[in-house]
């Protein structure tokens, strides 16, 4: 029979894999989808499109257009709709769609963490970097409640999706495991 000690010391070695995986994953996952973007041509065409804030006035240009533009080009689906609700606000009526948190996050990071590349490359491509971090930072925390909850419960480990693109889904999963979590570990 092992000891507490030794199913902890077992349990924080699985969950520094986990956290070292979460973070690898997310690290070749952003290779690749640069090099997947780099190589073929995407096909949301509508991604590209990016007119004017209706109420606010044009952005100034970046210094360094190409590398902004190599990471806007990772703005595609939904992601296009949070990025403008976070550049311009609830603009539209289909904008409406999309619930606000994400958005003030990416605003949030964006006015803070990433302010200091707004001349560097671009408002539209730091709105796009803040989108992915905090999109990346959700996801590890997730993984590590995903790996959690089931050890407490079950002893079973956990597998996690690979999800890369800068969606809302990583933050609402991240508030859906915390509480399954503090349930469990509160029941034990």
């Known amino acids: 029979m092992t000891s507490k000690s030794q199913l902890e010391h077992l349990n924080s070695s699985h969950q520094s894999k986990v956290l070292k995986a979460a973070i690898f994953s997310r690290f070749v996952l952003f290779i690749l989808s640069i090099l997947w973007r780099t190589l073929l041509a995407p096909y949301d065409t509508s991604a590209s499109l990016n007119p004017t804030c209706r109420r606010n006035p044009p952005l100034p240009s970046p210094l360094l257009p190409s590398l902004g533009s190599a990471i806007e080009n990772g703005v595609i689906w939904d992601s296009v709709y949070f990025v403008?609700?976070?550049?311009?606000g609830y603009e539209y009526e289909q904008s409406y769609a999309f619930l606000p948190l994400?958005?003030?996050?990416?605003?949030a990071f964006s006015r803070t963490v990433f302010a200091p590349l707004d001349t560097i490359i671009g408002y539209r491509a730091v709105l796009a970097?803040?989108?992915?971090v905090v999109c990346n930072v959700a996801f590890i925390f997730t993984a590590m409640y995903f790996y959690r909850t089931p050890m407490l419960h079950c002893r079973l480990p956990f597998c996690f999706a690979l999800i890369?693109?800068?969606?809302?889904t990583h933050q609402y999963i991240l508030r859906a495991c915390m509480p399954c979590f503090q349930l469990v570990d509160?029941?034990?």
């Open 102 to 107: 994400w958005p003030a996050c990416i605003f």
């Open 186 to 188: 509160a029941t034990i």
């Open 84 to 88: 403008r609700i976070a550049q311009c």
């Open 164 to 168: 890369q693109r800068p969606y809302s």
């Open 129 to 132: 970097l803040s989108g992915y």
